[in-house]
């Protein structure tokens, strides 16, 4: 038998020998993960039995969420919308959208003329003292920059339909009707819980008596990016939400809403938009298979305990906390930095989300990006192996969390049973995370036969939520 060389073998020294590896796409080798690091993130993994137990479990809550006799089981409550109508192109008009979720709010003017579109919009700030003062002083406020905007583009003659966009805990009891179940994000206004706020808007704008303003809808963020999709895409059925938070919402067969109340819809319509809230999944031990250490720090750690455990997996709020306790495991393992933990690496919340999507940017065998996040947090001179080790971390945490999301979504096309449903998603994580897109096309089509395609919206909850009106007052 011939002797077979190796690389490099009877060469000058002076040559370098490449490794095939190192040619593929001109990209630099990376250094091994170590076993012991590899170990340490295995349950952070998921296989495909586990994925499809995911999608057992989900849809089981998806059905009693809709039920009537069993929803009060059910974590992903799956409300109802009350929304029928997707646009369909000939939407034509002036349309208001007004955005509240935070410490600031948006109003927007959506101009409609079939697929030409125009958007103005004014963002305006929520002082604290109307944050945690009465729910009169609140709406008042709101309405009064309502006017302002239209005034100002001199259209306070013509009556403007009006979207509502209001992302807090609603129950919704039709179109134009939603109760505050509880507030959030700092806000503790008098006189709104178990309110319709709907209501409590039109009463402020009636005060005024100044502009004609006429509320078709309430809805939240994943209603507006379906229908912001929609209006681009005839396909699109369903709406996610991957950003701070994760939700969905789709088009469900009118008859499986079985908790609609009758009159505040049109039981001839075959479909009708549902909310899932499936943040909320998990709560109730139905993760407690994929459940880690990791995610349990977190959970205990957050400001409530016990719920939207789906959520805490997924989204961005917790993405780059997941990250910085597995890098601490490590580092007290004597794995990574040589033993050393800088002080920011130890507090929490110190290490963004928006890390993870830098240091995943970075070409393979570079790590001008990782080195850059290090340094932030106080963590210099670090080897190649040290960096590749983050960045596994990082890509094992943000590869779980697309394939949660893939298998959610999943779940939902083999529950609709249709080919051809595109997906309209909105959210900083999908938006800037540069593998989310590709890792979850991937994963969605291994888990179902249906054809589908992923959309990123535009302005989901604005322009969304002025279609909705656009819709609604055109049904009128």
Request: some cysteine; charged content about 25%; overall charge negative.
């Amino acid at each position: 038998m011939d002797h077979i060389k190796s690389p490099g073998e009877n060469l000058p020294v002076n040559v370098i020998v490449r490794r095939p590896c190192c040619m593929k796409n001109k990209e630099m080798c990376a250094p091994p993960i170590p076993h012991e690091i590899r170990e340490t993130c295995k349950e952070l993994i998921l296989s495909e039995d586990q994925m499809r137990k995911i999608m057992e479990r989900l849809t089981d809550d998806i059905n009693k969420g809709l039920s009537k006799s069993r929803h009060d089981e059910a974590v992903v409550k799956c409300y109802t919308t009350y929304v029928q109508d997707l646009p369909n192109g000939t939407e034509k008009g002036n349309f208001l959208a007004l955005d509240l979720g935070g410490t600031n709010f948006r109003v927007l003017l959506i101009t409609l003329d079939g697929q030409n579109f125009d958007m103005k919009s004014k963002i305006y700030a929520i002082p604290q003292s109307l944050m945690l003062g009465t729910g009169t002083q609140l709406f008042d406020h709101i309405a009064q920059c309502l006017a302002l905007f239209v005034k100002d583009l001199n259209l306070q003659t013509e009556v403007l339909p009006l979207g509502f966009t209001f992302s807090f805990p609603l129950v919704q009891e039709g179109l134009t009707e939603g109760r505050l179940v509880r507030w959030t994000k700092g806000f503790n206004c008098s006189g709104v819980v178990d309110e319709d706020v709907v209501s409590l808007l039109e009463a402020a704008i009636a005060r005024r008596n100044d502009v004609k303003i006429d509320v078709c809808a309430i809805l939240n963020d994943t209603t507006g990016t379906l229908m912001s999709c929609a209006w681009k895409n005839k396909n699109c059925r369903i709406g996610l939400i991957l950003g701070t938070g994760s939700n969905a919402c789709y088009v469900e067969k009118t008859e499986n809403a079985e908790r609609a109340i009758p009159g505040k819809y049109v039981a001839e319509k075959p479909h009708m938009l549902i909310n899932m809230e499936w943040g909320a999944f998990g709560e109730r031990d139905t993760l407690d298979f994929v459940i880690t250490e990791f995610d349990k720090d977190i959970d205990d750690n957050s400001i409530h305990p016990g719920k939207q455990i789906f959520e805490k997996m997924i989204s961005g709020m917790y993405m780059g906390e997941l990250v910085r306790l597995v890098l601490e495991k490590l580092v007290n393992s004597g794995l990574l930095f040589g033993g050393k933990c800088p002080s920011e690496l130890r507090k929490r919340g110190k290490f963004f989300t928006k890390y993870v999507s830098e240091i995943e940017n970075d070409p393979k065998g570079k790590y001008t990006n990782c080195r850059e996040v290090l340094a932030e947090i106080g963590i210099r001179n670090v080897t190649d192996q040290d960096c590749e080790n983050v960045r596994y971390v990082c890509s094992v945490v943000s590869r779980r969390a697309a394939h949660l999301a893939s298998a959610g979504i999943a779940a939902v096309l083999n529950k609709m049973g249709e080919d051809n449903v595109t997906v309209g998603v909105d959210g900083s994580v999908y938006r800037f995370h540069p593998h989310f897109h590709d890792l979850m096309t991937e994963k969605i089509g291994q888990l179902q036969n249906h054809k589908f395609d992923l959309m990123l919206s535009e302005d989901g909850s604005g322009r969304g939520a002025a279609l909705v009106a656009a819709v609604a007052s055109q049904k009128r």
